[in-house]
């Protein structure tokens, strides 16, 4: 755990309050991401529950799963989650509007409560398909300001490059209910200490080793790759007799914020390209809420993040929903696999 200067356990909200008396946040983003981590803590709960809180399975009824605007069957736990930030979210006059992977389009808040400068996005429970197989899952947010002079923002507002973001986080429900946040000034994790209901610090600076011998993809789609990632994770798997010289790893959890909480602890590269299945759509992943917020975070950490071809942060988004190739994790790796695409 890391200690605050007085020796104390620090709190999230100790931590927050020391960032704006640093004169790094004000006042409304610090309410921001007290309010998204009550609202994680709320959501670990209900996952937690599984099948005694008869919220596995897909949502929808007698109709049918309910399929969201990714063509994707929404599981309960997804609908749960995305009310558990709407609501939590609505009152407190720190947003302007907010936009969810679960929503097709994004809401301004409305008009009974007052609203203020920032705009939320947020991946509610990203992958959920692993919820009913007990595996780690996790919420992931990213937050923009709101334009200048915009009573009701619209989705185009939220069209904003990964470097406009103010602060990103995710909050992993794993053995540890864990949030993992920056504000611009590092990436710090917080563990949830159940006893009291509070996140306390428990790493201050998350640095992501520069080097790394292991990679996450799904293998499975090997065939469907461009000709730079072929031979990219081929030569991954020639380990020590291959051009590389070491030997490899894989682990593949098939739930982003696993993956890459695993790469905030001990380093990786974790990827998701583009292949011939997923091509047509932009890739398989999202810019707005799932891969600019991990860009922040990694690069934050040290870490790289980039789509094979321009860093991540710097991609200009066209499209709310809009999917993006990912290569993210410890800067050499990421590196080398962007020369290989370099290198056509
Ligand atoms: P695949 C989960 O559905 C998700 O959006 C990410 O969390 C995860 O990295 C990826 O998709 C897994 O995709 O094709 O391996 O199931």
Same mark, same amino acid.
């Given at each position: 755990m890391t200690a605050s200067d007085d020796g104390k356990p620090c709190s999230l909200t100790r931590f927050l309050i020391e960032e704006q008396r640093a004169g790094r946040i004000g006042p409304d983003l610090r309410l921001l991401i007290e309010v998204v981590a009550r609202a994680c803590k709320r959501i670990s709960i209900t996952v937690g529950k599984g099948a005694?809180?008869?919220?596995?399975?897909?949502?929808?009824?007698?109709? !049918?799963?309910?399929?969201?605007?990714? !063509?994707?069957?929404?599981?309960?736990?997804?609908?749960?989650?995305?009310?558990?930030?709407?609501?939590?979210?609505?009152? !407190?006059?720190?947003?302007?509007a907010l936009a969810s992977e679960e929503m097709d389009h994004s809401q301004p808040i409305p008009d009974v409560y007052p609203r203020g400068n920032y705009l939320l996005l947020f991946?509610?429970?990203? @992958?959920? #398909?692993?919820?009913? &197989?007990?595996?780690?899952?996790?919420?992931?947010? #990213?937050?923009?300001? #709101?334009?200048? @002079?915009?009573d009701r923002p619209g989705d185009e507002h939220f069209l904003q490059p990964g470097t406009a973001q103010v602060a990103a986080g995710y909050c992993v429900y794993g053995p540890q209910t864990t949030l993992v946040l920056t504000v611009g000034h590092g990436t710090?994790?917080?563990?949830?200490?159940?006893?009291? @209901? #509070?996140?306390?610090?428990?790493?201050?600076?998350?640095?992501?080793?520069?080097?790394? *011998?292991?990679?996450?993809?799904?293998?499975?789609?090997?065939?469907?790759?461009?000709?730079?990632?072929q031979r990219y994770v081929g030569d991954l798997l020639?380990?020590?007799?291959?051009?590389? !010289?070491?030997?490899f790893n894989m682990r593949w959890v098939a739930s982003m &914020?696993?993956?890459?909480?695993?790469?905030?602890?001990?380093?990786?590269?974790?990827?998701?390209?583009?292949?011939?299945?997923?091509?047509? *759509?932009?890739g398989k992943l999202r810019l707005m809420y799932e891969a600019n917020p991990m860009a922040f975070l990694v690069e934050q950490a040290g870490g790289a993040?980039?789509?094979g071809r321009q860093r991540m942060l710097e991609v200009q988004p066209t499209g709310l929903h809009q999917r993006v190739p990912v290569f993210l994790g410890s800067k050499r790796e990421v590196e080398e696999a962007v020369r290989y695409h370099a290198e056509g």
């Open positions: 005694l809180g008869g919220v596995l399975g897909d949502a929808g009824g007698a109709q !049918g799963a309910s399929i969201n605007i990714q !063509g994707e069957a929404q599981k309960k736990l997804d609908v749960l989650s995305n009310e558990i930030l709407l609501e939590a979210n609505a009152w !407190g006059g720190h947003l302007a991946d509610p429970l990203d @992958g959920s #398909s692993n919820i009913d &197989v007990n595996v780690s899952v996790g919420t992931i947010f #990213s937050v923009l300001r #709101s334009p200048e @002079g915009v710090h994790a917080f563990t949830l200490d159940r006893e009291i @209901g #509070s996140f306390t610090l428990t790493t201050r600076g998350i640095r992501i080793p520069e080097e790394t *011998k292991e990679f996450a993809v799904n293998m499975s789609n090997q065939r469907f790759w461009e000709p730079p990632m020639a380990g020590k007799e291959g051009p590389r !010289g070491k030997d &914020v696993a993956d890459v909480h695993r790469i905030m602890t001990r380093g990786g590269i974790f990827s998701y390209p583009l292949d011939s299945k997923c091509a047509p *759509k932009g993040a980039s789509t």
